[in-house]
């Protein structure tokens, strides 16, 4: 039924069970080409439709916007091993 929903909606569905927790394109890594999606997301270069944004607000405030894109870089380069949602 949900899937439907996002079907009739033309939005991007994501099963939870595959939710990769700072994954914005839904390659199943979390990296460095992530935060600069999230970048572009914020200053509208690119729209909510293209990304995963279930899977962007690492730090649980509401919101995906460039502190979310700094933590995912944090963790790209291995200085966090997890986030903020995950604690």
Do not use: C, H, M, R
């Amino acid at each position: 039924q949900t899937q439907a929903y996002a079907n009739e909606k033309e939005i991007k569905f994501v099963a939870l069970d595959s939710l990769v927790i700072g994954d914005a394109d839904g390659d199943g890594n979390t990296d460095a080409f992530d935060a600069s999606l999230i970048i572009k997301y914020s200053v509208g270069a690119i729209t909510d439709s293209d990304l995963n944004l279930a899977a962007l607000d690492v730090d649980g405030d509401g919101y995906v916007d460039a502190f979310d894109a700094s933590l995912i870089q944090k963790f790209s380069v291995g200085a966090i091993t997890k986030f903020p949602v995950e604690e």
